[in-house]
């Protein structure tokens, strides 16, 4: 897969140079296009995005409307239509990564234009790191502008409040203030969770996800309120939002969707691959008996507690499926799990480990031994 760096590119360079000389008076191409490209390849996505977005406040005009005229001529007339990019007609997709940044971080001065060009920006390509500064400045100020979004008849303006306003967007600027009290938010959440696209609902899971982080209870208590005569659209949404929350077993968002203390024996968690070569999979089964005089659901996940370098072995939470028993019941289950290599995680050889946990409850020990290429 190539790297995402490249989409940030030398023929993107001169796609935004191109457009620049449009609508620039007096614009000199060739210096523009040299400070870039002679850096370009040495840099990562957001610092080649940052780099253009360096030189292009150099060339723009100062004055805000000036500016915020220039930008907008920029655009692409498709916008994101089919996966459009940026050409000759114009800027869009990956390109406007480095536009947002440069209102973004210049266009405090004028605070209200900028949010105006930046939710036009947003059906280009997300906004949703460059509004953060507007939040981080004077949150008050721009959630006043920003909550009018909420009824917006394009979709990308209505996920832009979402999505802008996590608090802990990822590669974003984190937003202290609704890290701390996420209270103002939860209107505006309340208001798109039924959004008739999905691309809106999930940035509304994925926002509630990050308030679970530092609020927990709440999120909790807000999932069994929205679960109440939910729809299955709603209750894809909720559960999505509690996903870490589930792993992690919180006691009051599983009674939330219904699931108590689990009421089982596990009569068997056997792994069938006690040696694991890197690369393959890990194979293993589990048996359970329910002890429940009713009818009772249950929500399997499995850890791989995978040894660090120190030799302590650290678990890690993986999804596995739901099921519902009736009392006395049993069941057998088989897994496959792949060991491949992934950026986040580097293995050791020797030991590992294996356990279930079923409705945040952890049941059985097992154990494997990774065997790493020479």
């Known amino acids: ?176 203030q609704l890290i701390a009290d996420p209270s103002p938010m939860l209107p505006l959440l309340e208001a798109l969770r039924d959004d008739e696209e999905e691309y809106v609902r999930r940035s509304v899971a994925n926002h509630l996800n990050d308030i679970a982080k530092d609020h927990p209870d709440l999120v909790a208590r807000l999932a069994k309120k929205w679960l109440k005569g939910a729809s299955p659209t709603r209750e894809k949404l909720v559960r999505h939002a509690c996903r870490s929350l589930i792993k992690q077993g919180h006691t009051a968002t599983l009674e939330a969707f219904g699931l108590g203390a689990p009421k089982i024996d596990l009569t068997k968690l056997a792994i069938k691959t006690k040696k694991v070569r890197f690369g393959d999979v890990l194979t293993f089964s589990a048996t359970i008996c329910s002890t429940s005089k009713q009818k009772q659901s249950l929500v399997f996940d499995y850890l791989v507690h995978f040894k660090k370098a120190n030799g302590d072995l650290v678990g890690k939470v993986f999804k596995w499926k739901k099921v519902t028993l009736a009392p006395g019941e049993s069941l057998t289950m088989e897994k496959s799990h792949p060991i491949k290599p992934i950026t986040t995680r580097r293995y050791y050889e020797g030991k590992q480990g294996l356990s279930l946990r079923i409705n945040g409850q952890d049941f059985g020990s097992a154990n494997f031994t990774l065997l790493m290429p020479d």
């Open 1 to 176: 897969m190539e790297p995402f760096k490249n989409r940030i590119s030398a023929d993107l360079v001169g796609h935004i140079s191109g457009q620049l000389e449009r609508h620039v008076p007096g614009f000199k191409r060739k210096p523009f296009e040299k400070a870039i490209l002679a850096k370009l390849d040495d840099l990562e996505l957001k610092e080649r995005a940052q780099l253009i977005a360096d030189q292009m406040h150099e060339v723009l005009p100062t004055a805000p409307k000036k500016r915020a005229k220039i930008v907008r001529a920029m655009l692409h007339p498709r916008g994101t239509e089919k996966g459009q990019q940026s050409d000759g007609d114009g800027i869009s997709g990956w390109g406007m990564f480095p536009l947002g940044m440069v209102v973004g971080q210049n266009g405090l001065g004028d605070f209200e234009g900028s949010l105006d060009l930046l939710k036009d920006m947003t059906g280009h390509f997300s906004s949703e790191f460059d509004v953060r500064f507007f939040l981080i400045e004077d949150q008050d100020r721009a959630l006043t502008i920003m909550r009018e979004w909420v009824d917006h008849p394009d979709y990308h303006v209505r996920r832009l409040l979402s999505e802008g306003t996590r608090p802990r967007l990822p590669w974003g600027l984190q937003l202290p």
